[in-house]
């Protein structure tokens, strides 16, 4: 919850490939109180079956910037060992384009935050939600 002094961030994915939640994505949370300062890791957290994160760590006061660290390679490994096990087609390529997706971005006091990841196996977006 943001505070006068502080912001707040909240994030949810959705698998576009599939057109529904993606589960079980480790999130991590970093901020930094300056655009030269370092990152300081503050926890993270994983996305339940409606793909949403709703417990990432608060920020803490003189927070300027947010990274968002999403662990997408092991959700399509798990995806892809699923597929196998129902001998389901298999796609094109068989290494992960995207095993990572960081979000970086500016956040103001008192302002919340809401960052949903729209992901494919070749492609992803973000955008700042409500």
Known sequence: MSTSATASVST????????????A???????RGGADAPWTALGGSATDADGRCKDLPALPEGT??????FETGTYFASKKQAE???????????????PEVAITFAVTPGEHYHVPLLLNPFGYSVYRGS
């Open 12 to 23: 949810h994915i959705l698998d576009t490939s599939i057109g529904r939640p993606a589960a």
């Open 25 to 31: 994505v480790t999130v991590t949370l970093a901020a």
């Open 64 to 69: 300027t910037h947010v990274r968002l660290d």
């Open 84 to 98: 196998a096990q129902q001998d389901a087609p298999r796609v094109r390529d068989s290494g992960v384009f995207f």
